[in-house]
């Protein structure tokens, strides 16, 4: 797959005039070979999270529209657990007007472990027209909600115009974020991150719904009904890995070879020139990691790697503004949460716990 990326469709796209965007139009060309992966239809892997009415699902089931209006946003989730996978779709996200909108797609397992949780995110956050989509990952293990390992990133595409593949691999020795399979991210199971790896297996989820309290602009803006219904559409699903049943065979299902499989797969690795295309993505749209942020870790967590280009563009960047601008998200994220309760276990009391716990951050 070739991958071209002109300049001009970056992130200062606004400040930037015409004739000058025009002058330094070097298309840049990376080719990353696309996985080979195993597509499935919605009822194959996933049931109805909530409000059913909002999700729209195309007759053949292989593309399913998450819909927000002024009732209600709308979300699904993987019918099974899985013990490491990797999770995938093609996305394209609401047009025009988004302000205050998430769409989100992650794993997470907070219905069977409330207080010590695994989660592993991709956030995209709408904005205001002719502003672009904004996005962040996060990693959540064993409930260490209290320290948060958010990045944030524009990306080199409008994601509203057509659809790009996101994706999680997840196995007990790396995760990685992919965009376009063009790895964004990789957490190394470092040792010294003990309990904060997530370990224990996670459902698949996809939602939209309204963050108008901080998503945009730090919550100034909100969503506008005006326009409407917000439609994100999934499809190409891919669900891989140990499928456990979350009911019966939690722990006695036997995932030793699924796992050996999951590993041998090409997206498990990256190679050189995904290593050289993590680096591009990373020195030219990531806008915020923890990893730099010294404030509010004097010293870095164990997994970061700290790198130089990345570091000193933090420095030149005005980091700190970022942060004020975005800063305390994490605790509004998972207020917005706590409603997304799934009906195969009864919502017991959790919900306040997770926002009381989320405050204390
Ligand atoms: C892709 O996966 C299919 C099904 O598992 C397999 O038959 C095929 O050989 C694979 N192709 C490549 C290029 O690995
Ligand atoms: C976005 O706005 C354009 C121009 O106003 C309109 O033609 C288009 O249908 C809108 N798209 C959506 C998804 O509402
Ligand atoms: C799980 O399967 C592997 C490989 O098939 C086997 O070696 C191992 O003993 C099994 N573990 C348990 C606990 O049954």
Not at 1 to 16: F, V, W
Request: net charge positive.
């Amino acid at each position: 797959m070739e991958y071209h990326i002109h300049p001009c469709a970056s992130r200062r796209i606004s400040l930037l005039p015409l004739a000058l965007c025009l002058v330094l139009s070097i298309t840049i060309t990376t080719t990353v070979s696309a996985f080979n992966r195993t597509t499935i239809r919605f009822d194959e892997g996933y049931t109805p999270l909530f409000s059913d009415f909002n999700i729209d699902r195309s007759p053949d089931d292989k593309t399913v529209r998450l819909l927000l209006n002024r009732l209600s946003g709308s979300g699904i989730i993987s019918s099974d657990y899985y013990n490491y996978g990797f999770f995938s779709a093609r996305i394209k996200m609401p047009a025009n007007y988004t302000a205050g909108i998430v769409v989100a797609f992650y794993t997470s397992n907070i219905d069977t472990w409330e207080k010590n949780h695994d989660e592993l995110d991709f956030e995209f956050l709408g904005n205001v027209n002719d502003r672009p989509w904004r996005f962040q990952t996060n990693m959540y293990g064993g409930g260490s909600v209290s320290r948060g390992r958010e990045e944030r990133y524009r990306l080199w595409f409008d994601p509203s115009k057509e659809s790009h593949q996101y994706s999680i691999f997840w196995s007990p020795k790396n995760i990685i974020f992919y965009v376009d399979d063009i790895p964004i991210r990789e957490v190394i199971h470092h040792p010294d991150l003990g309990g904060d790896y997530p370990s224990k297996p996670m459902s698949l989820y996809a939602t939209i719904w309204d963050a108008s309290s901080w998503a945009t602009n730090g919550g100034k803006v909100k969503v506008n009904y005006e326009y409407e219904p917000f439609a994100a559409e999934f499809k190409d699903l891919v669900l891989e890995g140990c499928r456990v049943d979350p009911i019966e065979q939690i722990s006695s299902t036997n995932c030793t070879d699924r796992i050996a499989r999951l590993i041998a797969q090409e997206y498990a690795t990256i190679k050189p020139e995904g290593r050289k295309a993590m680096k591009w993505f990373r020195e030219r749209y990531m806008y915020y990691s923890y990893c730099y942020d010294n404030l509010r870790y004097k010293v870095p967590p164990p997994e970061c790697v700290i790198v130089p280009t990345e570091k000193e563009r933090f420095r030149d960047t005005g980091r700190l503004r970022e942060k004020m601008r975005f800063g305390g998200s994490q605790k509004r994220i998972r207020r917005g949460r706590s409603s997304r309760r799934r009906s195969r276990k009864p919502a017991a009391s959790g919900s306040g716990k997770e926002v009381a716990a989320a405050a204390a951050v």
